[in-house]
C-alpha cells in the first residue's frame, strides 16, 4: 500500500509542477507538456503521450480522481490503479510489458501471429479493500479497450479474502 501512496503522490506533484507552466502547449512538433483533454490530464513530448496520465469522472465538479498510470511513447506501462467514487481502489493492473512468449489460438480475439502485443497482472478488489480476484491479462493497445482480455491461472477470493478456487481461464 506504500507503494501506491507514493506512486500517487509522484503523480499529483509532477502534474502540478507542469501545470504552474500552463496547460495545452503546443509547437512544431506537438503537443508538449500537460494536456487536459476532457477527463484525462496526460505528459506529452512531441506529441507524444510519455509520462503520468490522471484520468477524472467528466461528470463531477470538482473532478474525481479515476485513474492513474504512466505512458511511454503512447504505450500504457508499469501500473494503473483505477478508483471509485469514494476514492477505494477497485482495480490494479500492474506489470504491464512487451509479450514477448505468450501465444494465443481464439475465435474470438485476433493477434498478429496469434501473440497479443502486450501482457499486464490484474488484480480486481471488493469494495472493502479484500482481493476479489486477480491473474494474467493480454491485449494489443489498450487494456481498457475490446482487445483485452483474461487468460492463464486465475485466483478467485470470497470478501473475506480467503483463496475459494484457482482456475485456468481460456478463450
Given at each position: 500500500m506504500n507503494k501506491i501512496?507514493?506512486?500517487?503522490f509522484c503523480?499529483?506533484?509532477?502534474?502540478?509542477?507542469y501545470a504552474q507552466s500552463g496547460y495545452n502547449y503546443t509547437d512544431t512538433l506537438?503537443?508538449?507538456g500537460v494536456f487536459d483533454n476532457s477527463g484525462w490530464i496526460c505528459e506529452y513530448k512531441d506529441?507524444?503521450?510519455?509520462?503520468i496520465c490522471l484520468g477524472f469522472d467528466k461528470a463531477d465538479s470538482p473532478r474525481k480522481l479515476k485513474t492513474v498510470g504512466m505512458y511511454e511513447n503512447n504505450v500504457p506501462v508499469g501500473t494503473w490503479?483505477?478508483?471509485?467514487?469514494n476514492g477505494n481502489i477497485t482495480l490494479i493492473i500492474k506489470d504491464i510489458k512487451r509479450n514477448d512468449s505468450v501465444f494465443v489460438v481464439s475465435k474470438k480475439y485476433s493477434f498478429t501471429n496469434n501473440k497479443p502485443n502486450y501482457m499486464a497482472y490484474m488484480i480486481e478488489f471488493y469494495p472493502t479493500g479484500m482481493i476479489k480476484q486477480e491473474g494474467p491479462m493480454y491485449f494489443d493497445e489498450d487494456f481498457n479497450g475490446d482487445d483485452s482480455f483474461c487468460y492463464g491461472e486465475w485466483k478467485y477470493y470470497n470478501e473475506n479474502g480467503v483463496l475459494i478456487k484457482t482456475?485456468?481461464?481460456e478463450l
Open positions: 501512496v507514493t506512486i500517487l503523480a499529483l506533484s509532477t502534474v502540478g509542477l506537438g503537443k508538449q506529441d507524444v503521450q510519455n509520462g490503479i483505477y478508483f471509485d467514487d482456475e485456468w481461464t
